[in-house]
Every structure is written in C-alpha cells, then in structure tokens.
C-alpha cells in the first residue's frame, strides 16, 4: 500500500471509532490506528522518503504522522521524545516542524473528538504532550500504571459504583509514589479512568468499550510482561470484573447523590486557617506549633503546579526563622499534615509564611488559609493520644483536660480557684496554663470560668477503645484503617436511661447503659471515606441541656505491607528541610539526618532508577558504626553522587534514592525525583551540548555561554545553533537559556578519553584578566550558583570552582589585594586572625568585637545586622547607616543581590577598602573559621 491508500484506511478507522461512540461520548486515540505492523514498517519508510522528496512533512499524509508520532510516544522510555522520533525518521531535524504535529494533533481532536492533553504536566509540554497523551498508556508509565492499580484493588471494590469522574478523581488523588512524570500522566484523569474501565469490559461482549479492542490487547498484553506486577495486574483485572463503574460523560447522564444513600460519606471539611496546637515535651513542658492547612490541594484547584516557572521564582519562609528561605514549589508539600514552629505568640493577627517575589495567583488562592488570627485566651482540648487541640467553642466539659494559652499573666485569685498549673513553653510572649475539669463544677469554679471567658457543658463522651487513637491534626477526625474495627467507650457526665447512636444519614440506634461496668460499642469495619457518628441521651437526670458527642471519622486504606514496612523499620534517614531538592543537598542546603540504635553498623547506600521505574544501577556508599553525625553521613553521600563514577547514572536517572539498612531492624529510605523541564540541556557528544525546546513557545529563548577561563564573560549564541550543538570551549562552562524572564542553565565539561598529565584532573576556573565590574561579576556569580543540571564528570567541581573564582574577584574588588593575600594566610593557619585588625579599622576594639560575635547570617540575618550595626555605631565607623545591609549582603550572600542594589560612582568608590566593607568580610571570616572547626570536630 501506497501513503495514499494508508491515509484513506486511517481517515475510515477513526471516522468508524468516532461514530461508534458517540453515544458514550468516548473519545478516539490515535494509537487506534488499525494498522499492522506490516503497514506500520511500510508507513515509516514512505514518510521518511516523502520528507526528503518535499524538504517537509506533507498536510496530504497528516494522520499517518500523528501515527508515527503516537508509535513513538507508545514506544517512549521517558528519556528524550525528538531523539527517539529523530531514529525513526533521521531527516526529520533537517525538514520536520514540531508545530505542524501539534497542529495536526488539534486537528484530529476536532474531526474525530479525540482527548486533548490536560494538567500541568501538559501546560508544560504542549507539543509532546499530544502523541504521549494519544499513545493511551506508553511502555514506559505501565510499570507504575500495574502498581498503583494494584494497591488500589480493594478500594476500588469498596467504592464499587464510581462514575468515571470519580474514579478519575481516585486514580489520581490516591498515588503517593516517587515518579513525578506518573504523577504527571495521572493527572490526565478521564483518560486513565478510561483505561480501566476498558479492563474491566475486556471480555464484555455487545458492549461499547471506551478502548479498540485490539489496541486494548496489545496493551494488556506488554502488562503481562512485567513479572511479578504483570501476575498482579491479571488479578486485578479479575477484580474489577465485580465492579461497576458508571460513565458520567455519557450524553443525558443524571448524576446520583450519595448523600441520599444510605452509606453516604460525609464531604470533606479542610480546616481554612492555621490551628494551635501542643505537645508534651517534658514534664509541665509543651511545645507550641501551628497545623497548617491542605495548601496543595487549593493550590492544585486554582490550576497551579510546582513546576509553573513562578514558582521557582517566588520563595517563602516561616514568619521569624531567619534567612531560612524556600522554594515556591514547596507550599505543594504542604497538604494538610504539616506543622510549623511557633517562635513568638502575637497580639496582632500573624501571617505563617513570609513571601518573597510573591506571585498574584498564589497569593490570592492562600491569602485566608496562612492567616493565624489573634486571640487573647486559646481554649486547647488535650486528647487521648497526649496532644492538645485547639477547640473553637468556649466551654469545658467535666472529667476532661485543657491547654489554656494566653497573651497575658492570669488573675491570680483564678489560678487559684482553678486549680491552674503552670506549664512552660519556648514560645515567647505567651503564658500557657494546665485545667483538670473536675467531675463536679461549683459556682465558685463555674465563676472563674467565666471571669476569662470560659464556659462549662454536661454531655456524652465517646472514646476510642482497643487502639492508639490515631488523629488528623487538620481536619480534627478520627483516623482508623478499612481493616479496622472502630469500637468506643461511652459515658455521660450524669445518669441516662439510653444512649442514641446515629451514623451518617442511617436510622439511629439505642443502646441502654451497661448495668454494671462500662458502656461498649462497635461500629465494625467503616467503608472508606468520611463519616459522622452522633452519640446523645435519652431520660438524662438533668434539668439542663445535655450536649450531643459529635465524632468525625475518617477511614483510610491499610498500605501493602511492602510500602509500609520502610516506616516501621528501628532506622531513620530524614531529609532536613523535608521538601529539600538534591541541589540542596549537594550545595549543603539540607542535610540527611540519621537515627539508629549505638553501637550497630548501618550501611548506606544509593539507589538509581530510570524514567520507567525500573532500577539500573545500585552503589555501595560505606558501612558505618552508630552513632554516626549527621554531616558526615551527608558528605559521604554528597562526595559518592558527585564523583566521576556517578556523574553518567545521576543524568540518566529520573529518581535517586539514598537508603540506610540495619538487618533485623529495616530499612528507610529518602527519594530525590528528577523534575524535567520543558527547555533544558542535553549532550551531544565530548564536546557539545545542545539545547532540547519542548515549550512550542512563538519567540525562541535568548542563549548565552560562559567559560570556565572568564566565568564573568558571557558570548551570546544563536537559538538555532544552540539546538544542533555548542561546542564547549577549554574544559567546560555555563550555558543559559533565558524565556520569558526564566532561566535554565547547566554547567558542562568535556569528556576527555584519556588523561596525558596530572593537570587534567581539574577543572580550574577564573575571572579574565582584565578591569573587573562589580554587576558583571554578581550577575555571573548568580547564574552559575543557580545552575541545578550538572553535565560531565567534575561539573559539580566546576561550578564550585567557578563560584569561588567570583567570590574571590568581588572580595579583592572591595578589600584590596593585601587584604586577599592575608585573609587567605589567616584561611590556611599561616597567620593569627589578629593580624587582620588594622586592615579592617584603626580603632582595633571593633575587629575584636567582631571576631567574639557568633555569626549566623544565613539563618538568621536580622541578629547579625543587629550586630553588626551596634559595634559600627560603637566604634564610629563612617558611613554606617546607608550600606551595612548591603556590605554584610556582599559579604556573605553576594548572590541573592541584583545589579540594581549596587551602589556606583562615588558611593562605590567610598565602601571600596572601606571599614564598613571590610568589617563585613571579617566577620564572614570569622563565621568561615568557626564552621570549619565544627566541622572538623563532627568528621
């Protein structure tokens, strides 16, 4: 068959496919093709030679390269789509146009209703993003597709009527692996919500499935291929044989309301504001913090992602912790466990996070969930799991215990009549008080109550029996698993003749007290999801209103054991920050922190696996004896990731795990996933990098090279160029692609095939010779330490090198050179600290004052400018008060600077060898000297 007669069948396919479900509303994926692997064989060759014939690729053949391009994204291992397209149609960089694929791939959408690409993931490679998408579920995502499926069979059985809506909501919601690029394709949910109900009607006869049932079998058919998940795959597709799921994109479909059935779940109630909470840390001692709201979720709904470029340009903090700054995508961590320290207790409504470049959109979805408003008494309810919970009502209820938290010291004569004990806290500002509620309240106590705002409640109490009561801090529910039963102990502050139990929207229940003992309840195994549970009194020996005990549970699935048995395990590996990044880590911004019984030996080591889950390859990084510190087991899994011998497994993988074992007690792991950006780096061969653009943006980045013998300089590249290579001059260098204000850069070095002298071992890098600037050499320096793709053995040495060179240039711009030479003496041991006095200032007091003050600028910036400022103001050193932020910023954090902060003419010319300026660099000095020696203690 010629491209003609192929181009006709396809044309009849999909219009056969697209009328055929139009009364489901299902759409028509292009993988559907029809097409044997004769045609498909016969197919690639004509295109290939139609591309050379036409110099492009041809409109008249449009649904045969929407074919190819599907094939492709079918075949896709996660590495570089254009590469694997450019295989299978090597003209195609010469003659092809990405564009015109997307454009074909709309075109198909609107003719035949096919899907659309949708989520994050496809915003961020609008090109790609179709044939992946029109490949239905590529080779390279079945691995993670058979798993997760797996783990989720018995839920899928318990909610056994789900709309595809809903079980695309499911699919999605409930993934909690370490593949973002899954995590990516889950998010196009009415797709994969397809694809499983097409597994479910794999042998349904007369029945419209929402998958051709060739293509359906070629799929099922490469699942069966993974092993021991392919084996699990097949009994879930048994499983979901017994389920029914309901196409709610049916045309005419009525959805039904679960809350008129009658085991309705009860919605989803996310706390919108910060809640206080406390902990028991010691005796009569309480830590204060703040559970934080689900801010990824509301995030996600307002359509943010935490690969939106924004993000990475807007960064946060907690309110007073310092220089502590974090990414923007880091509030997508934040969902709905988390809890932040609580330094200081105002008396003016507190903003949680401090924002930095914020971004309109995220502000206005968070803007009501960060604030913690103020209050001057907080009523806390300690639970039976020993934390105390904020409670929004202001009453006390018998036999039970309280937090009070205050913002003032208590009448005296109240501590007294309420028994008040006082508890401490490091929170500042904050007086923080224990209450027993006695069994009996008398007017005296009920009157003291009432003097700070509090009063009392007679009612029903359910507690939990047989577990450890498990809480959800946010939404303030009870927590059990699906495989247990939920059983509660019930009393009441007087005598009952009944209790009433109602569950959900089900009839209530009425269970007379026990005679002798206490009063037990079961609820068996709850499905999962929400529920509400109400226990009240019927016949109580009261006159007054006895209060309904109002319980909210929620029901989660129990984890496969292999899952959970890494949080079980008697070892931990913590990564610190939490959401920190495996730049972080390599630039010592986070650390591993380690926890395991004495006198054991751990052994540790690094994981590396592929695009497609699988894993590739496994190093050893070292046994060690316990106790072991924390900074030595960073650097030793710092030192393994950046040597020679790992710089070709950490490109190539698309997670990194670090792991710790101890025999009989376990293993626990810390996993670094790999984002992919839509414009970044890639190697061509020794000695060129080229540029890989998945953004269909219409004005192309602007592209910029700088090497390792001038890092200052940049040499503007064009764009076309930098897409079929640039060929890195000496060892290496920088290369930066700017769009739409963004940027994306890499450090690359050369790969040498054989080393002639000692001298290639390095990777040396310097400043040019010639008259330096400050803005050029700031502007370079924070290019090069923003760059987080690292290509080629050394490359994290290079970029090292090159910061040091720069820091080096700006300190010998502002101090001089024989403040350079000495400073660098004093570095090396070669020279006493105190010799640097008279070339900081005449009046030696103020060196010496610097030299004793501990400081911490990184973490604490307003300390140490607070410092600083008082010895300048104590010592008289001029021109203090306009530059001592900007010389301590020059000093220790030249790179978060912009050339705009910089002063010129005159006022560059005063701070240059100034006090001020190298005041500044002393105390860095000073703060150098004494990390240096921590650090030695620690190793």
Known sequence: MDLAELQKKLLQQYTQLRDLRATENYPVYVIEHGLTAEELSTAKVLLNASLISNRRASNAFWLLWIVAAAEVGYHYNGGEYWDSFDKNFPDWPRFGDRDRIRKWYQQFKSQFSGLAPSGPWAQQFPIIAWPITQAILPKYLQRYFADHLYDLRHMLVRNSELTLGELGELLSERYHGGSSRFEGFLQQKALTARIVMAMRLEDVEDTISPIEKTTLQRILDDLDKLGSLGTRLREVRGVLR??????????????????????????????????????????????????????????????????????????????????????????????????????????????????DRPVEKIMAALRDR????????????????????????????????????????MPTETVKILALAPVHTKTAATHVWHLSVPARLDST?????????????????????????????????LVFLDSEIAMFHLMSDVAVREFQITMDTRPPVRLAPAAVGNTLVALGKLSLGRHRVSVSAIGAASDGDIAAEEI?????????????????????????????????????????????????????????YGADGMLFHQELVGRYKTPVSDERVSACFIQKLISDAQVEHVERSARIEALISLDEYGYESVVFDK?????????????????????????????????LNSVEISHDVDYQQALVGIELHGKGGLLVANLNGHEYETVAT??????????????????????????????????????????????????????RALKEALELFLCGNKWIVDAG??????????????????????????????????????????????????????????????CLKLAFQPHVLNPVDLPSGDALHSLRNSALIRGAYFARLVADLRAAGTRSEAA
């Open 675 to 707: 984002d992919v950006e839509p414009l970044r780096w890639l190697r061509v061969d020794e000695r060129t990098i080229r540029l890989s653009d998945d953004t269909a943006e219409t004005t192309p980045p602007s592209v910029r090279q700088y090497d």
């Open 750 to 803: 050369t790969l040498q095939r054989q080393l002639s002298n000692f001298s290639d071992l390095g990777v040396p890098a310097r400043v040019s010779a010639g008259e330096q600037h400050l803005p050029a050499i700031i502007s370079a320096l924070k290019l090069w330490r923003a760059a987080r793709s690292l290509i080629g053995p050394m490359a994290f040495l290079a970029r090292r090198n090159a910061m």
């Open 242 to 355: 017994e389920i029914h799921f309901i196409n709610s994109y049916r045309s005419g479909f009525v959805p039904k309301t679960k809350a008129t059935q009658n085991n309705a779940l009860i919605p989803v109630t996310h706390l919108e504001r910060p809640r206080l909470l406390a902990r028991q840390i010691g005796e009569m001692v309480w830590n204060l913090t703040l559970a934080l709201p689900d801010l990824a979720t509301v995030l996600l709904k307002a359509g943010l992602s935490p690969r939106d470029p924004e993000c990475s340009q807007m960064r946060f903090r907690s309110y007073g912790q310092g220089n502590t700054w974090m990414p923007g995508r880091a509030l997508f961590s934040y969902s709905g466990d988390s809890e932040e320290p609580l330094a200081t207790y105002l008396t003016t409504d507190l903003t949680v996070f401090e924002f």
């Open 370 to 409: 960060l604030v913690f408003p103020t209050a001057p008494l907080r009523l806390l309810k300690v639970r039976a799991d020993g934390t105390a919970v904020e409670v929004a009502g202001r009453h006390v209820r018998v036999n039970q215990s309280y937090i009070l938290v205050a913002s003032g010291p």
């Open 825 to 886: 003496q004093v570095r090396a041991g070669a020279l006493e600290i105190g010799a640097l006095y008279k070339q900081v200032y005449f009046s030696h007091g103020f060196a010496a004052g610097l030299r004793v003050y501990d400081w911490q600028y990184d973490t604490d910036a307003a300390a140490a400018e607070s410092e600083f400022l008082r010895l300048i103001d104590a010592y008289k050193v001029p021109d203090a008060n306009a530059f001592y932020h900007l």
């Open 445 to 477: 106590k009920i009157a003291a109550l009432r003097t700070i705002g509090l009063g009392y409640t007679l009612g029903i109490r359910a507690e939990p029996l047989g577990l450890t009561a498990r809480w959800d801090d946010v939404d303030e529910t």
């Open 552 to 608: 909210l549970i929620t029901v989660r699935p129990e984890l496969p054991w292999q899952k959970a048995a890494s949080g079980k395990a008697g070892v931990a590996l913590m990564l610190e920050p939490r959401d920190a990044t495996l730049d972080q880590l390599l630039d010592h911004a986070a650390i591993l922190r380690v926890s395991a019984p004495a006198e054991r030996t751990v052994k540790l080591k690094i994981r590396f």
